[in-house]
């Protein structure tokens, strides 16, 4: 059984995934520091060997989170997208709502830590 170095949140909201001149309309199903997983975009064509922008959206944020990374995985009419970069101000909205939505800070700490080394 997998082990999660991240602990990941349920979190719905809707999210635009974005690679070179294309993208796709998805919803985010949960949500980690380290990445998240979508459900499958309709027509999805991406080529999963370039990197993909995510873009999610969510009630209170001052802005949109923005993540770039890639597709991990497809299973389940789901992608497991992994965050490989993001900037100052969405670190910040994701380790908020991560926050708000675990419940413990220590659990936080943890993921902070891991995210860093």
């Known amino acids: 059984m997998e082990k999660r170095q991240f602990n990941r949140v349920d979190f719905s909201s809707p999210a635009m995934l974005l690679q070179q001149n294309q993208h796709w309309q998805t919803s985010i199903i949960d949500i980690s520091l380290n ?6 975009p ?8 370039l990197e993909f922008e995510l873009d999610i959206e969510f009630e209170g944020a001052n802005r949109a989170i923005i993540v770039f990374g890639e597709i991990v995985h ?9 965050i ?10 994701l380790r908020r709502l991560v926050e708000l939505n675990l419940g413990d800070s220590s659990l936080l700490k943890r993921d902070f830590a891991s995210l860093v080394s």
Do not use: V
């Open 84 to 93: 490989k970069c993001m900037d100052i101000e969405s670190i910040s909205e």
């Open 35 to 40: 990445g998240a997983l979508i459900a499958y």
């Open 74 to 82: 497809s299973a389940n009419h789901c992608l497991g997208f992994h």
């Open 42 to 49: 309709d027509e999805f064509n991406g080529n999963l060997d």
